[in-house]
């Protein structure tokens, strides 16, 4: 196996993605003699800590109880921590070698409704996104524009033989998360700025399984039933990104059973530098699943790759019909969709079968009948297998929908055959799909967004903005001579009947303005315009165009420099965040996009720092009162909480103004939650950050002083304790029925008969937290190192 610093020194175009489990891992050797336990493999009985930020590979059970090894790369995002190295595998993109070397997230010292010079710059320069597991970033890789891939018959066919049964959306999905080199985008002012983290995302053209339910009624075919409500889909799609984080702790705690000691399978508490896998995952999924809806256009399409191969007879009648399908037929989007989006066309030229030359003439042909916006790929036919000279893996995307990764691990539960999903392409394919993306984005797609952005501000929102454009939001909303503001409204405004505004309408051309604004990270032109388009809202009653510009107006204030006074600073971000939450909750039953704006909120108050951090934790609060997510999202949100809490920093030599107490608690109810769902090495880290944040406060504040709550920590480390020493009798088991099924098979043959491999789910061992405690021994494991457990039984975790 090649070792880490040679896969440092000879990077590759498209590195392949690091293995998320490995049968022999060398481990963190404890002090003291070791003994094996009864049942485990000495090869398994290292105590290494499993969840420690500097281990690249993990443990993998042997037994058929635990999963196949081809599956272990369906977890590899939260098997490996997001804290790695600039330079290890986990950094590799199918797109760039490019690696951020910056420092890593760290939140702002002081409050963000401060006068003082720091806090009047943007997060982005704060190099608060750097990290691809940090929130920031996950807010800048979502809010991407999307390009829909529509290509011909004889091209699907051609990827096909690539080995991508999805066609050629398939292929270059992975290379739209992170564009080559940087890019240059001009903002409102005509200032340019460098990114070398921009990203487009390409989407299935005709694919409506993302349509929100409200937008479904702008579809043109015809259908008779009537759609679900609103909030019904929206609980189904949390549940889905539940459901996907929960299988990814369900795996890393069976990779772990049987490898550690029961009473210390983590000596690590929660990292405030770097964000929990599992929380990044869970943001991730989240916002991945963005659906496609009329009142915001981030999901709607920019530019149509319109793709037809060397191998079709008349390409020119191809890419006229194909162009033709993206306006009139019926996988177009719907009538709330602006139509008038870049088309791309694309000759994607066969290198083994094809010959050149005629391909370059039907490319001049091609510039010539439509335009300049036009592209010949160069791909190989062949498939590239692993073992090929100048093979690359290609990995899997990050930004695929939880419903997606659900039915991947679905198919690695059930499959029999089951092959490892990572597939494999030859390096100069790779080379020439990142010259073909650069080149889109940065000589169409971007100059395009620039130029509409132009043409939208000066035509529509400059007159907005003007006296006449207030005169007529007042015309809106008064009526002159009358009495009645209904009448007014309805005979003024131009939201549909239907619950959407047309494409061609000031509001929608304006919403669209605010997208491209922020997607172009224009953020004060960005928040100007939303904020405009709250009251053309609300005196609409468009509670749902209503709610997101709320939201979005919030963030971007959020994101860009900070100008304005303490007072109101707080009031102008609460009233925001409020207004959008309550729009979303009560009057569109909307759980996403109620969800969806507390945590992004959330996270940026924190990175603020300050008395931001304060206003974050009750916008936490808040979101679990309403009780939108689930039992996951809910454990994943008090951890975050803690860290909050946690990464705020006082002043003076006492650090008056700290939250060490507070942090506490939260890692207290985190590890409550993580127990009552047995997940115990979750609960385990968050027990050591509580005991961490305890042993910094004062003697006479420590929390050995207040029985009740010293009792209830003592209950939780029982139940840890007591869980993990199940699941490890449990493991014994599992061995030992695994060692007679096969010498049976050995002995009797098959005989078809299917056995249950997967572990049965446990009890549960939690009790009322007044029940007694008498036999559950308040002894604590031993969560430091020999030597360093002088004063810990009085700590008051037992």
Known sequence: MQSHEDAIQTPSPVQSPPMAASPIMPGRTMPGPQKPRPGVSPLLSSTHDPLSQSEFGLPMRTNSAGRRPQSASLF?????????????????????TIRSTRSPTRTLTGSIFAGT?????????????????????LILKSYVPHVAIHASQDVDELVNQKGFEKGLWELLRPFGERVTGKVNVRDSNGLSKQWEDFSVRFTKFGDRSNISIEGALGLTSPTGEKPDPQ???DEFRIKQVEDVVERHLSFAEEAFRGTVEPQTPTRAGLNIEATSPYYALYLRRLLSGMPLASHESFTHPVACVIA??????????????LYNETTESDKRYPVWVDGE???????????????????????????????????????????????????????????MTAAEELADIEESDTKEDFEDPTKHIFESDATAIRTFVREMVTQSIIPTMERSVALWNDQVASRRRGISGRF??????????????????????????????????????????????????????????????????????????????????????LIMPQNMSSKTRIETINTLLENAFYSYQNRCNSVYGSTRCIILALELLRLRGGSGIDEAVRWGIRLLEARLMGTIGDALLKERMAICYASKTGAGSQLWGSRRRKSALWSVLGAEAWISQQKYIQAQRCLNEARKMYALLPG???????????????????QAKDGLQQDLIQFGEDEEEGHVDEENELFEGHDGGSSNDRRARRASLINPVGGSTTGLGLETAPLQSQGEDIGLKQDGFG
């Open 231 to 233: 909030g019904s889909r």
């Open 341 to 399: 989006y870049l088309r791309y066309y694309v000759l994607v030229h066969d290198e083994e079968n094809s010959d050149i030359t005629k391909s370059m003439a039907l490319f001049e042909q091609m510039k010539r009948n439509f335009g300049l916006h036009c592209h010949l790929l160069r791909l190989r036919s062949s498939e590239s297998a692993e073992t090929d000279d100048d093979s690359i893996p290609l990995p899997r995307s990050d930004w």
């Open 76 to 96: 590899r995002s939260t098997l490996l921590n997001n804290s790695t190295p600039p330079h290890s595998p986990r950094s590799a993109s199918p797109a760039s």
């Open 472 to 557: 007529m939001s007042l015309s809106k909303r008064f009526t002159f001579g009358g009495s009645s503001r209904s009448s007014a409204t309805s005979s003024s405004s131009n939201y549909d009947s239907l619950g959407f505004y047309r494409p061609e309408t000031p509001e929608a051309i304006m919403r669209r303005l605010a997208d491209f604004s922020f997607m172009l990270r224009d953020w004060k032109l960005a928040m100007s315009t939303y904020d405009l388009l709250r009251t053309d809202f609300q005196n609409d009653k468009a509670w749902r165009y209503h709610a997101a510009a709320n939201e979005m107006t919030a963030l971007s204030l």
């Open 700 to 718: 006479e504040c420590g929390v050995q002083n207040f029985g009740i709550a010293s009792d209830f920590l003592a209950y939780l480390n029982a």
């Open 308 to 321: 037809i191969s060397s191998r079709n007879q008349n390409p020119i009648e191809a890419l006229h019909r």
């Open 117 to 137: 010079a720091g806090f009047k710059a943007s997060l982005l320069d704060t190099g608060a996104g750097e990290n691809p597991g940090d929130p920031l970033n």
